[in-house]
Structure formats: structure tokens, C-alpha cells
């Protein structure tokens, strides 16, 4: 298999992997915190903060709001957003390297 093959296989899995990891992580997030603003815990723009950065206060909200989520949701973790960010980033740095001439 040679370079560029390579990279372009990298990249896809890479990338394809991100996706489904954020598209995943923005879904989990959905759940927990779309309650926890219809319940008056966190504002939204409190709540889009949880997304990326954990707090006390947001594992509070998640808390209060768990014992009453219909799935039985009780934590969100933003580890699972930082690790697809990642991953699109390791893609999007591989990108360019495959495009270069010869």
C-alpha cells in the first residue's frame, strides 16, 4: 500500500469516526440538557457550556434532572465531544498532506 493510499484511507476512517463520535455526543447531550433547560435548571446558554466543559454545575443540573428523565439519563460527559474533535482534527491535518503534488 503506498502513501497516499494510505493517508486517504487515515483521513476517511478518521473523519467518517469523528462524525458519528460527535453527531453521538451532540445526541447525548440533547437528551440530558434539553430537559434540563425545560426544567428551569440551566439557562441555554448554561446548559451549551456543559457541552464542552464539565462543572460542578452541570453535574448538579444532570443530577437533579436524572431522577426524572424518562430514559433514566442521570450524566453527560463532554470527554466524548473532545475525543470527536480530536479525531476531525487528525483528519482535517492529514487532509492536507495528501493533497499536496507528488
Do not use: K
Not at 497516499?4 to 469523528?18: D, I, K, V
Not at 460542578?56 to 430514559?71: E, F, K, M, N, Y
Not at 470527536?84 to 491535518?93: F, G
Amino acid at each position: 500500500m503506498n502513501a497516499p493510499t494510505l493517508a486517504r484511507q487515515s483521513t476517511l476512517w478518521l473523519a467518517g469516526l469523528g462524525s458519528g463520535m460527535l453527531l453521538l455526543a451532540i445526541a447525548w447531550w440533547s437528551v440530558v440538557f434539553l430537559r434540563v433547560i425545560g426544567n428551569g435548571y440551566l439557562s441555554a446558554g448554561e446548559a451549551l457550556t456543559c457541552a464542552v466543559n464539565g462543572s460542578i454545575v452541570c453535574d448538579l443540573a444532570t443530577s437533579l434532572c436524572g431522577r426524572t428523565h424518562p430514559l433514566g439519563i442521570s450524566w453527560y460527559s463532554p470527554l466524548l465531544m473532545w475525543a470527536a474533535v480530536a479525531l476531525l482534527s487528525a483528519a482535517a491535518l492529514i487532509l492536507p498532506a495528501r493533497s499536496e503534488p507528488g
